[in-house]
């Protein structure tokens, strides 16, 4: 004969089984919304990173072209001065000479949303004694599109020594590197 001890066998009422039932319930609810979130976090993640990796592209190729495009834009504008120095001098019985050459520096460039940062970096230099001016230029992005921002120039030089001096002075003072020093040739 047999003896069955009640300790070894669970036995469950209905409410106990019930609570065990919400209880298994939720904690699959819980992971299904836990891996949900989790996969549509991952997904973000990677939608910034694809979107910071083409405004990097975008930057990049902008930064490029605006090296390449430096030239043709230095010669349009020294046309324009070259007009306006014509008017001063039609006004003026005095001749103006002008050094065979001229040099200039491109300190830093700023986004068109950056406008007001980029003024103020010019009251910085001005109250050092520094001539620096705004210059607004546009590129194109690799998808077609037009950007403007605004490069900080310095004021003309005769002398490449002394806008070597201001360079370095810049360089160290507001830790900016790859300052491109630009020469023009007066005609």
């Known amino acids: ?3 069955h001890n009640d300790k070894e066998h669970l036995i469950l009422n209905k409410r106990q089984t019930s609570w065990l039932i919400a209880a298994i ?8 919304l836990v891996g949900y979130f989790w ?7 990677k939608f910034i990173e694809d979107t910071q990796e083409r405004r990097f592209g975008d930057h990049i190729y902008s930064a490029m072209y605006t090296r390449y495009d430096d030239n043709q834009t230095d010669d349009t504008e020294a046309e324009s ?3 306006d120095d014509d008017d001063q001098e039609t006004e003026q019985s005095e001749p103006i000479i002008k050094p065979a050459t001229i040099y200039y520096a491109q300190l830093i460039g700023y986004k068109a949303s950056q406008k007001k940062e980029a003024e103020r970096f010019i ?17 194109r992005s690799k998808r077609g599109r037009t950007i403007i921002w605004y490069q900080v120039i310095t004021g003309q030089y005769a002398d490449l020594n002394t806008l070597q001096k201001v360079k370095n002075t810049i360089e160290k003072q507001y830790k900016l590197h790859d300052i491109k020093i630009v020469e ?4």
Not at 25 to 32: C, G, N
Not at 39 to 45: E, P, R
């Open 184 to 187: 023009e040739k007066n005609a």
């Open 1 to 3: 004969m047999t003896h």
């Open 81 to 83: 001065t070259d007009a």
């Open 39 to 45: 996969g549509q976090h991952t997904a973000l993640d």
């Open 123 to 139: 009251g910085a230099l001005k109250k050092q004694g520094i001539e620096a001016f705004l210059r607004e230029r546009s590129s």
């Open 25 to 32: 319930l939720a904690l699959m609810a819980v992971s299904f």
